[in-house]
């Protein structure tokens, strides 16, 4: 199953995949060029004197059975985080057989920018993106080199070595050729891009015997390539419903985004210094919260709570609120009420913000148990709790009130280091504070 535009990132992967699909139909930037013509030149540096060196003249039938085939199958695109994948291998494998190995990765290339041209027309895809189809049939090349050097002949039990070897180099290609794609473009580390590029490599291992048996039949009966077909209809079938799913949940991400500006904007309008406050701590938790490896739904959570922590005061009475003094304890229990008042509110839209709600309402529970409003101590409060209660807190310290001066940045990290392990957790406070020393850089708040 050969991927195309194949990174990955720490992202969410509805966030990823909405990026891809907007990228398709985009120029591509400078840098992005410049990675996607070397990549297919020095495909074409490679694969043109192997076909010239090594490969024989074709007969016509298999070569047109095989390169629609191909076509076919590449049209078939099952999206995951930051790319897809195709059946491909389904008719590759039969395809090194078929054919003289050496002229493969050329066959595969025309194929991929053949399969492009529906998507040209419509003009779903730049034209200067053909450039990635012809460098994505880089991982035909290992295979090629294999299957030519070794020439095992028609797929036998015996030759289980070669085809081994062949996959591995499968693979190998794929990845070298895909890493600076996946680094310069997408700025994922080439462990990170292994790591998920293992997932294709099982779908075509899998994929593979299925492959092998085809070819078996198609070295001499070039039309058996074409049975393939019925089973990618049906991976196309799974993939269309992936897809609807997707768009369902892309739709659904932005209906909760809107959501939580739109309170937010309720805040601002509300209180403004409440609003500018969940602000400032979004892009504090969000530096936090990178600092302590949150990824996809944790992360999201993180910029939602962050967002929304105040959401509740909105309840509270504004001389409360406004109050240029010390509460007294009426007042004091009041206040403390805006975390339950929070809750319910997000509870009330339900989905990701009703869980987002249960996170608001411990964004002021302390690391020693002597927070509201439930006493929660240590571990047993949320992560994300715990990084937008340290935040609010480095925030608040640091702003004008109606009562007091704002602190100096230094006074505030004294302060959280002073209250780390009894208001604070320590890790989270270590992680503001190195994050902090590097110097305030917020992060802008996803749109």
């Avoid at 009703?354 to 964004?363: A, D, E």
């Avoid at 310290?397 to 004294?414: L, S």
Wanted: charged share 20%; net charge negative; proline share 6%.
């Amino acid at each position: 199953m050969a991927s195309v535009d194949v990174s990955f990132s720490p992202d969410p992967e509805t966030d990823l995949v909405q990026e891809v699909r907007a990228r398709q139909a985009r120029h591509l930037p400078r840098r992005e060029a410049v990675i996607a013509w070397s990549t297919g030149a020095l495909f074409l540096a490679v694969a043109i004197p192997l076909a010239i060196l090594g490969g024989s003249r074709p007969a016509l039938v298999p070569l047109v059975l095989a390169l629609g085939a191909y076509v076919a199958a590449s049209r078939v695109q099952f999206e995951f985080a930051a790319g897809w994948a195709m059946p491909t291998q389904l008719v590759f494998v039969p395809m090194l057989f078929m054919l003289p190995p050496a002229i493969v990765p050329l066959c595969v290339a025309a194929a991929m920018v053949i399969g492009q041209i529906p998507d040209l027309i419509r003009r779903g895809v730049h034209p200067d993106r053909l450039w990635l189809s012809i460098g994505s049939a880089a991982h035909a090349l290992g295979p090629a080199i294999v299957l030519t050097a070794f020439a095992p002949g028609a797929p036998n039990a015996g030759s289980w070595p070669i085809y081994l070897l062949a996959f591995a180099a499968q693979f190998g290609a794929d990845f070298v050729s895909t890493v600076p794609w996946a680094r310069f473009a997408y700025g994922i580390s080439s462990f990170s891009h292994a790591r998920q590029l293992g997932w294709t490599g099982l779908v075509d291992t899998a994929l593979s015997p299925v492959a092998l048996v085809v070819a078996a039949v198609a070295v001499d009966h070039s039309a058996a390539v074409l049975v393939v077909l019925p089973v990618v209809g049906l991976i196309a079938f799974f993939a269309r419903e992936r897809q609807v799913r997707i768009d369902h949940a892309l739709e659904l991400s932005k209906a909760y985004r809107g959501t939580a500006m739109l309170l937010g904007d309720v805040i601002e309008a509300d209180d403004a210094y409440t609003g500018s406050h969940s602000r400032d701590v979004v892009d504090l938790v969000l530096l936090v919260a990178d600092r302590l490896g949150l990824e996809g739904p944790m992360r999201r959570d993180a910029e939602f709570a962050a967002l929304l922590h105040d959401v509740g005061k909105v309840k509270i009475p504004s001389e409360i609120i406004n109050k240029p003094g010390k509460l007294d304890d009426e007042e004091w229990a009041i206040m403390k009420t805006h975390t339950i008042a929070g809750e319910e509110m997000l509870e009330r839209v339900g989905g990701v913000l009703g869980h987002i709600g249960k996170i608001v309402r411990s964004c002021h529970e302390r690391w020693d148990g002597d927070g509201y409003p439930d006493g929660l101590a240590a571990e047993r409060i949320p992560l994300v709790a715990r990084i937008v209660m340290c935040c609010d807190a480095f925030s608040a310290m640091t702003t004008d009130r109606a009562y007091r001066k704002a602190m100096t940045d230094e006074a505030a990290i004294e302060e959280l280091l002073r209250c780390s392990g009894t208001h604070f957790d320590p890790r989270v406070v270590d992680a503001l504070v190195e994050a902090l020393g590097e110097g305030r850089q917020p992060q802008l708040l996803a749109a």
